[in-house]
């Protein structure tokens, strides 16, 4: 079993940035997406931002402001959340896929393995 775990996570205002970091138990290959996923109180978790090889996609809510990376070597994936509001508010999730993928998935269903979450509060 496959296992991550997120850590980063804090309080801060409106404007501030954070960084995220995620570590996984194993080395994937860097065509296997990896990405982050958000969930607040109430809400669907949802597609923040993903990362395969070279590829990054993200989120419109966070474009922008938002960047993925990986170090594979490292086992290690972030995700630095810059100009961060309130509505950034969440629990954040790293995923991952031992699946070989030729694009990066969006739906929480194409991942299956998962991180513990870490939360962020964004305070105005």
């Known amino acids: 079993q496959v296992q991550l775990e997120e850590s980063g996570g804090g309080s801060v205002q409106a404007g501030d940035s954070l960084r995220l970091s995620c570590t996984h138990s194993?080395?994937?290959?860097?065509?296997?997406?990896m990405a982050w996923f958000r969930q607040a109180p109430g809400k669907e978790r949802e597609f923040v931002a993903g990362?395969?090889?070279?590829?990054?996609d993200y989120a419109d809510s966070v474009k922008g402001r938002f960047t993925i990376s990986r170090d594979n070597a490292q086992n290690a994936m972030y995700l630095q959340m810059n100009s961060l509001r309130p509505e950034d508010t969440a629990a954040y999730y790293c995923?991952?896929?031992?699946?070989?993928?030729?694009?990066?998935?969006?739906?929480?269903?194409?991942?299956?393995?998962w991180g513990q979450g870490t939360q962020v509060t964004v305070s105005s």
């Open positions: 990362i395969r090889w070279k590829s990054t």
């Open positions: 995923a991952a896929t031992s699946r070989n993928r030729y694009s990066i998935p969006a739906s929480v269903t194409d991942y299956e393995h």
């Open positions: 194993r080395w994937f290959f860097t065509t296997y997406p």
